[in-house]
């Protein structure tokens, strides 16, 4: 492999227009086909396999034309101080109010608060519900303004208007924070290079990659039904890795320079040993992220895929595109150290350098490697005790900021129809193979109504034909609460004896349902995920460190990192600690997408550094030098740059923290202190101390093993000649057999 990407880099070096000009032209192409491109309509939230999505696609079925998929609002309503909703003057108020907005053209339904029972036991509150036609996201502009239009008439007559459900669903924004990320990454990279053109490269190629990826998930997201958060994902981990492997490949060019190799050799060098890791490296991160398809669910399925293109599009764009871009900058880009010799008069032989802080820090380890290896392993053990607390579930309404309408009229319906009416559970009672379906539907009922923490059961609500009905179930704790989980699941057992009785089917769905239903779905797959991806993954390591222990080491010290990573999470995010630092205005529990797709990303990340970090080692390990002087090596060449990577993506990932998305939020903060967990405590202390403890039996293989395992060559060994000029023909054979 390093002799092919060798040959490729000098090849993008010598026709660096040709190169510019394909990825200028893709990211045109990818920009073209986004603008015009049709604007993305609603995410299908589907969840095979649950009975919550069983029950949801039988509604569409016996129930045609109910536009399930469409928006809805609830438009809520709280008379003054003193005053009641009945009072005329604020009845009137309401009727004109719902009046106004049944006249909307994609409006289906709108129903009256007084005929429909929707005003509390005291008076004070009411609502109207509103259907329409089409989803949130394809609601025009003036239907939203109608909406907020009539809502601000009837609070210019005196009364406490809010809105609540989807209608008024806006696309998420980053926020500031983002460009503060890409700022931080840039000084972090001219203070590594001492350089603003050599700092400049990642940071552009990583923009191209990000456009044609992010441009590329626009263009198809009508087709295939991408979700916003899809794109800021992609953009997310695709900054984070475009960076890093630039980073890694003009760090080895600069390497490479300061052995006295010409440019062209230099950039062949660059891409064959550094662009190995990154082949690696890359190819690690998007096992993680294509592996999220074992959970089953699309929209997370979708998510992973996009991610995993986006990063595989910075690997062809660091192995292509930066060294055609260093052909470009020429001069401009200095050898290491050149600035340093420089200064002492063009020579750097006439004292011997001082050692950096990488030598320092790996000489320091590994005269105590066992004290080291116990204070990371209970730091990240503190850090993770929160993790124990982990509460999963789905935002809804009640996780909005206080100051967004829709938080408040969930606030308002808690108030004056008790804190589960925001999560109606819908019973489907499906009847069709009964004998008397009418009578089936009334045990139902009446067998929901015995059932603990149940405030209210409606009347069932049969199709036109008969065989299937609808019974809305108002629990007496809030959603996201462990007793409204033990409801849905009573409810479910109770369904199984009427069903095994009449043969008549109940199931339970709606919001509040398919949270739960999810949740289950994620914990249930977490493990067989984790075993598919760190298994694959540990057999790709084998193969690039040609060891059994260090893969296995790599893999514990992953799980230590996230870990504490969960645990961070779970403080800030459920607990409130730093909460208004972190722009958290509101705890509860964590999304139950985090832990699973925080273990895909923070996996393959991981193991970026250690391919980057290790592979330094194992190349000093092979070429002669001693376990011990193999670490310091590694540290001296790769520590700098690694701890530059590490801060890179931690900035990046911190961007994230400013978007209004709360999964976004939290996702950004979780992967940002994941990063720093797991470079600088696990791959910088304990890794070190760990190959320090191991010795030579860190690089032990079985005889067999090695001889039935192919030489991928990560360290370059091909490259290795006496001169500057090469593999030679007699290398070039041997790694073609190879």
Same mark, same amino acid.
């Given at each position: 492999?390093?002799?092919?990407?060798?040959?490729?880099?000098?090849?993008?070096?010598?026709?660096?227009?040709?190169?510019?000009?394909?990825?200028?032209?893709?990211?045109?192409?990818?920009?073209?086909?986004?603008?015009?491109a049709p604007p993305a309509g609603t995410t299908s939230?589907?969840?095979?396999?649950?009975?919550?999505?069983?029950?949801?696609?039988?509604?569409?079925?016996?129930?045609?034309?109910?536009?399930?998929?469409?928006?809805?609002?609830?438009?809520?309503?709280?008379?003054?101080?003193?005053?009641?909703?009945?009072?005329?003057?604020?009845?009137?108020?309401?009727?004109?109010?719902?009046?106004?907005?049944?006249?909307?053209?994609?409006?289906?339904?709108?129903?009256?608060?007084?005929t429909g029972n929707a005003v509390s036991k005291d008076?004070?509150?009411?609502?109207?519900?509103?259907?329409?036609?089409?989803?949130?996201?394809?609601?025009?502009?003036?239907?939203?303004?109608?909406?907020?239009?009539?809502?601000?008439?009837?609070?210019?007559?005196?009364?406490?208007?809010?809105?609540?459900?989807?209608?008024?669903?806006?696309?998420?924004?980053?926020?500031?924070?983002?460009?503060?990320?890409?700022?931080?990454?840039?000084?972090?990279?001219?203070?590594?290079?001492?350089?603003?053109?050599?700092?400049?490269?990642?940071?552009?190629?990583?923009?191209?990659?990000?456009?044609?990826?992010?441009?590329?998930?626009?263009?198809?997201?009508?087709?295939?039904?991408?979700?916003?958060?899809?794109?800021?994902?992609?953009?997310?981990?695709?900054?984070?890795?475009?960076?890093?492997?630039?980073?890694?490949?003009?760090?080895?060019?600069?390497?490479?320079?300061?052995?006295?190799?010409?440019?062209?050799?230099?950039?062949?060098?660059?891409?064959?040993?550094?662009?190995?890791?990154?082949?690696?490296?890359?190819?690690?991160?998007?096992?993680?992220?294509?592996?999220?398809?074992?959970?089953?669910?699309?929209?997370?399925?979708?998510?992973?895929?996009?991610?995993?293109?986006?990063?595989?599009?910075?690997?062809?764009?660091?192995?292509?595109?930066?060294?055609?871009?260093?052909?470009?900058?020429?001069?401009?880009?200095?050898?290491?150290?050149?600035?340093?010799?420089?200064?002492?008069?063009?020579?750097?032989?006439?004292?011997?350098?001082?050692?950096?802080?990488?030598?320092?820090?790996?000489?320091?380890?590994?005269?105590?490697?066992? *004290?080291?290896?116990?204070?990371?392993?209970?730091? +990240?053990?503190? $850090?993770?005790? #929160?993790?124990?607390? /982990?509460?999963? !579930? &789905?935002?809804?309404?009640?996780?909005?900021?206080?100051?967004?309408?829709?938080?408040?009229?969930?606030?308002?319906?808690?108030?004056?129809?008790?804190?589960?009416?925001?999560?109606?559970?819908?019973?489907?009672?499906?009847?069709?193979?009964?004998?008397?379906?009418?009578?089936?539907?009334?045990?139902?009922?009446?067998?929901?109504?015995?059932?603990d923490d149940v405030v209210a059961v409606t009347p069932?609500?049969?199709?036109?034909?008969?065989?299937?009905?609808?019974?809305?179930?108002?629990?007496?704790?809030?959603?996201?609460?462990?007793?409204?989980?033990?409801?849905?699941?009573?409810?479910?057992?109770?369904?199984?004896?009427?069903?095994?009785?009449?043969?008549?089917?109940?199931?339970?769905?709606?919001?509040? *349902?398919?949270?739960?239903?999810?949740?289950?779905? +994620?914990?249930? $797959?977490?493990? #067989?995920?984790?075993? /598919?991806?760190? !298994? &694959?993954?540990?057999?790709?390591?084998?193969?690039?460190?040609?060891?059994?222990?260090?893969?296995?080491?790599?893999?514990?010290?992953?799980?230590?990192?996230?870990?504490?990573?969960?645990?961070?999470?779970?403080?800030?995010?459920?607990?409130?600690?730093?909460?208004?630092?972190?722009?958290?205005?509101?705890?509860?529990?964590?999304?139950?997408?985090?832990?699973?797709?925080?273990?895909?990303?923070?996996?393959?990340?991981?193991?970026?550094?250690?391919?980057?970090?290790?592979?330094?080692?194992?190349?000093?390990?092979?070429?002669?030098?001693?376990?011990?002087?193999?670490?310091?090596?590694?540290?001296?060449?790769?520590?700098?740059?690694?701890?530059?990577?590490?801060?890179?993506?931690?900035?990046?990932?911190?961007?994230?923290?400013?978007?209004?998305?709360?999964?976004?939020?939290?996702?950004?903060?979780?992967?940002?202190?994941?990063?720093?967990?797991?470079?600088?405590?696990?791959?910088?202390?304990?890794?070190?101390?760990?190959?320090?403890?191991?010795?030579?039996?860190?690089?032990?293989?079985?005889?067999?093993?090695?001889?039935?395992?192919?030489?991928?060559?990560?360290?370059?060994?091909?490259?290795?000649?006496?001169?500057?000029?090469?593999?030679?023909?007699?290398?070039?054979?041997?790694?073609?057999?190879?």
């Amino acid at each position: 492999m390093a002799t092919f990407l060798y040959k490729l880099g000098r090849l993008a070096f010598r026709r660096r227009h040709f190169v510019a000009l394909i990825w200028v032209a893709l990211l045109t192409l990818a920009g073209v086909g986004a603008a015009s491109a049709p604007p993305a309509g609603t995410t299908s939230f589907s969840i095979p396999g649950t009975e919550a999505q069983k029950a949801f696609d039988l509604l569409e079925e016996r129930f045609p034309g109910t536009s399930a998929d469409g928006a809805t609002a609830r438009v809520v309503f709280k008379a003054p101080s003193g005053e009641k909703m009945t009072d005329a003057g604020n009845k009137a108020t309401v009727e004109k109010t719902v009046a106004d907005l049944a006249d909307g053209s994609e409006v289906s339904s709108v129903a009256d608060p007084y005929t429909g029972n929707a005003v509390s036991k005291d008076g004070t509150i009411a609502y109207a519900s509103v259907k329409y036609d089409v989803s949130g996201m394809e609601l025009e502009d003036t239907t939203k303004d109608a909406l907020e239009g009539a809502a601000q008439q009837a609070r210019d007559a005196g009364l406490t208007v809010e809105i609540g459900g989807d209608a008024l669903q806006a696309v998420p924004h980053t926020g500031a924070t983002e460009v503060i990320g890409i700022a931080v990454a840039a000084v972090v990279l001219v203070i590594t290079f001492g350089s603003l053109v050599a700092a400049g490269l990642p940071l552009l190629t990583a923009l191209i990659g990000v456009g044609i990826g992010v441009a590329s998930i626009t263009a198809l997201a009508g087709a295939l039904e991408l979700g916003s958060t899809t794109s800021i994902l992609a953009m997310m981990i695709g900054l984070a890795v475009g960076i890093d492997y630039a980073l890694f490949i003009v760090s080895r060019y600069r390497a490479e320079l300061a052995e006295g190799r010409e440019r062209e050799e230099a950039a062949g060098r660059a891409v064959g040993t550094a662009g190995s890791a990154v082949v690696f490296a890359g190819l690690t991160v998007v096992i993680a992220l294509v592996g999220l398809a074992v959970v089953n669910i699309p929209m997370l399925t979708k998510m992973g895929i996009a991610a995993a293109g986006t990063v595989a599009i910075a690997v062809l764009i660091a192995l292509t595109m930066v060294p055609a871009l260093l052909g470009y900058a020429g001069r401009r880009v200095k050898p290491a150290g050149a600035k340093n010799a420089k200064k002492k008069g063009g020579t750097t032989e006439a004292k011997p350098a001082k050692e950096n802080l990488g030598t320092r820090w790996a000489r320091f380890v590994v005269r105590r490697p066992l *004290a080291v290896l116990l204070l990371g392993v209970v730091g +990240l053990g503190a $850090a993770a005790v #929160p993790a124990a607390s /982990l509460e999963l !579930g &789905l935002p809804d309404d009640g996780s909005q900021p206080t100051s967004t309408t829709q938080r408040r009229a969930y606030d308002l319906l808690s108030e004056g129809f008790g804190p589960g009416f925001n999560g109606p559970l819908m019973v489907v009672v499906d009847a069709k193979g009964s004998d008397a379906p009418q009578q089936v539907f009334t045990d139902v009922s009446d067998e929901i109504k015995g059932l603990d923490d149940v405030v209210a059961v409606t009347p069932p609500a049969p199709n036109k034909g008969g065989d299937t009905a609808t019974i809305t179930v108002i629990p007496d704790s809030k959603p996201s609460s462990v007793q409204t989980e033990d409801l849905v699941h009573a409810i479910r057992d109770a369904g199984a004896g009427i069903k095994a009785d009449t043969g008549a089917e109940t199931l339970v769905t709606g919001s509040t *349902a398919m949270n739960i239903d999810v949740s289950e779905k +994620l914990n249930d $797959a977490l493990l #067989p995920y984790l075993v /598919l991806v760190v !298994g &694959l993954a540990f057999l790709l390591l084998i193969v690039v460190f040609r060891s059994i222990l260090v893969p296995l080491k790599a893999a514990l010290g992953f799980l230590l990192s996230v870990m504490a990573a969960l645990g961070a999470v779970v403080a800030v995010f459920q607990w409130g600690w730093l909460s208004g630092l972190m722009g958290v205005e509101e705890t509860g529990p964590v999304m139950s997408m985090m832990p699973i797709f925080m273990v895909g990303v923070v996996f393959g990340l991981a193991m970026d550094y250690e391919v980057f970090l290790v592979t330094r080692m194992r190349e000093a390990y092979v070429h002669g030098e001693t376990p011990d002087q193999a670490i310091v090596t590694g540290f001296k060449h790769g520590a700098r740059v690694v701890t530059a990577a590490a801060v890179i993506m931690m900035a990046v990932f911190a961007g994230f923290i400013g978007s209004s998305e709360s999964m976004v939020k939290m996702i950004g903060f979780g992967l940002a202190i994941a990063v720093f967990f797991d470079a600088f405590v696990v791959r910088m202390a304990i890794v070190p101390a760990v190959l320090a403890l191991l010795g030579k039996k860190a690089w032990w293989l079985p005889k067999w093993l090695d001889r039935a395992l192919p030489n991928v060559d990560v360290e370059g060994e091909g490259l290795r000649t006496d001169g500057d000029g090469g593999p030679g023909p007699d290398e070039d054979r041997e790694l073609a057999r190879t």
